[in-house]
């Protein structure tokens, strides 16, 4: 069974930094590619960066500089460190997976619509 479960999400004041994690199931981490994908009220879903099995690593350049996305293998864990928060990166954010033949590659992992598995969300909320 495919299982994302995000935790690490809450309030901070602008500048701060959250650190989001995801658990996931090891049939999920044999995916092409995982990431962070976030969507805020009257807003577009947003994919804020991916890493892909090979390691490469696709960033919103929103949050290029600020953000940072690792992972934890042996632990099976992916991890989103966001420093420097803003107001403008509040929004629910999500881990995702792609498996299956039809992933993107590149730049284009950070299209929702590729996207297979997603977990439930953690809210992110950045105060002025």
């Known amino acids: 069974q495919v299982q994302l479960e995000e935790s690490g999400g809450g309030s901070v004041q602008a500048g701060g930094s959250l650190r989001l994690s995801c658990a996931a199931s090891a049939y999920t981490y044999s995916s092409q590619y995982m990431g962070w994908f976030r969507h805020a009220p009257g807003k577009e879903r947003e994919g804020v960066a991916t890493?892909?099995?090979?390691?490469?690593?696709s960033y919103a350049d929103s949050v290029t500089g600020r953000f940072t996305i690792s992972q934890d293998i042996s632990k099976s864990t992916l991890f989103l460190q966001m420093d420097g928060l803003k107001p403008e990166d509040t929004a629910m954010y999500y881990c995702a997976a792609c498996r299956g033949r039809r992933c993107a590659s590149g730049e284009s992992t950070r299209d929702w619509k590729y996207i297979t598995d997603w977990g439930q969300g953690t809210q992110v909320t950045v105060s002025t």
């Open positions: 890493i892909a099995s090979d390691g490469r690593i």
